[in-house]
């Protein structure tokens, strides 16, 4: 049962905005964590719109404002997804262009504030289009690529899964298609999850989206293949076991309570705002309101 507004008896979260601005409202578009702040690149900024944004706007939660990047000539795209790479670049990739559903590459080096085509590598096979798709960290390298498949007028009864690896210092990518399907999923969520057992792996699951009555896995890992891993600025990346300790930082600036039991706290994008779920209450307190 609901409690207060925004909180949710039993499981002690509270929904708090963090950040109110019309450079927010958006959608389609992606919202990418690079060294302590958000980027949200391109997607549809007004109902009905059918012409991707090529905006780019940066979100710092430590001082809650949000600003247009200088950087020009950003991807026009909506649909897409992007992941970072080397604590530096954030790589955006394929997503619906205006025209054509795009299986490319463009990256933001947030170094020298430029945007940057790049190239398909030697050997690369590309998947028709993506859009609505999803692009996990495997490692700083190396994504999975899963999600629609296909061209305007064409769409695959099934979700092909591609490898896809990154170069940034050759400035080039390289796909290559799993011998794994999934059901033809669109506008899903991923989720890179240990495997339970005294040697747990990880495996990749996929969420929700169109044609997904039932969860699916888009990839095994054996124990010891998937590590976290470190960016230079010290921040941790990819999946660590999920105790929390990543994200004491963001909680304090939260306003968590140092002692509260608390999960990996995350930002939604909620219209205009960005809004922060946090789990502020201890076990105790959370089971003793689950019972009454």
């Not at 169109?210 to 230079?232: D, M, R, T, Y």
Request: hydrophobic residues 35%.
């Amino acid at each position: 049962m609901a409690g207060a507004a925004g909180e949710v008896r039993g499981l002690g979260w509270t929904w708090r905005p963090v950040a109110r601005d019309p450079l927010l409202a958006r959608a389609f578009h992606s919202c990418t964590e690079l060294r302590g702040r958000f980027y949200l690149v391109g997607g549809l900024l007004a109902g009905g719109a059918r012409e991707p944004s090529s905006e780019t706007v940066v979100f710092d939660p430590a001082g809650g404002q949000a600003v247009r990047a200088a950087a020009l000539g950003g991807p026009r795209r909506s649909h897409h997804d992007a992941a970072p790479v080397g604590g530096r670049w954030l790589c955006v990739v394929g997503g619906w262009d205006g025209s054509r559903r795009s299986a490319t590459v463009t990256a933001l080096d947030t170094d020298r504030g430029v945007w940057e085509e790049w190239t398909a590598g030697s050997g690369s096979c590309p998947p028709a289009g993506l859009s609505s798709h999803t692009c996990t960290r495997i490692s700083d390298r190396e994504l999975r690529v899963a999600g629609r498949e296909g061209g305007t007028r064409t769409q695959r009864r099934y979700g092909s899964v591609y490898t896809l690896r990154l170069d940034p210092g050759a400035r080039t990518y390289c796909y290559k298609e799993e011998g794994c399907h999934t059901v033809s999923r669109s506008g899903h969520c991923a989720a890179l999850l240990q495997s339970p057992g005294p040697h747990p792996g990880h495996q990749l699951l996929l969420f929700g989206g169109c044609n997904s009555a039932e969860p699916e896995v888009a990839g095994h890992w054996s124990h010891g293949k998937i590590k976290a891993f470190f960016l230079p600025q010290g921040g941790t990346t990819c999946c660590p076991p999920f105790d929390g300790k990543a994200f004491k930082a963001p909680e304090q600036r939260a306003g968590v309570p140092a002692g509260a039991s608390r999960p990996a706290p995350s930002l939604m994008f909620c219209g205009w705002s960005f809004c922060c779920p946090v789990r502020w209450r201890n076990f105790e307190q959370s089971q003793r309101h689950h019972l009454q």
